[in-house]
């Protein structure tokens, strides 16, 4: 039984474009918070646009297209979503916990970093319900 909406590939590609933009810009504004309370995006490279908007934009397409998948295949997409988002945002932070330990590294900038999981998760998700809706069994 499928339980999945209408949506157009068009209306999917602006929807994670404007995401990648949104989201990009919210990290631009935690990386610059970061510096100014003295993070060093030589320390902590994230920090810095080329490698924040890549990962941005990788996050937000390999988070779409997972989006996609889950709507077709799960017998209740709204509520593996509910469930997947959250648990996959916390787990994005281990990617971030040996920066740590790296030389010049401060405690703020890398929780800046995991902020940033948090800002892309918070623009994307509402972005993906609009574009890539999901029913519940019972709307089905």
Not at 17 to 34: E, H, K, L, Q
Not at 53 to 78: H, N, Q, S
């Amino acid at each position: 039984m499928s339980t999945e909406t209408k949506t157009s590939t068009g209306k999917v590609v602006l929807g994670v474009a404007a995401a990648v933009v949104v989201a990009s810009i919210g990290n631009a504004i935690v990386s610059w918070v970061a510096r100014e309370l003295g993070a060093d995006p030589a320390a902590v490279e994230g920090l810095q646009p080329k490698a924040y908007v890549v990962l941005t934009a990788l996050g937000v397409v390999v988070a779409a297209v997972a989006w996609a998948v889950i709507r077709r295949r799960a017998e209740d997409p709204a509520r593996t979503l509910g469930r997947l988002v959250p648990v996959v945002v916390v787990l994005s932070f281990l990617a971030d916990v040996p920066l740590f330990f790296l030389p010049g590294a401060s405690v703020v900038g890398v929780v800046a970093l995991m902020v940033m999981h948090v800002v892309v998760a918070a623009v994307a998700v509402p972005i993906f319900h609009r574009v890539l809706p999901v029913r519940t069994p019972v709307d089905a």
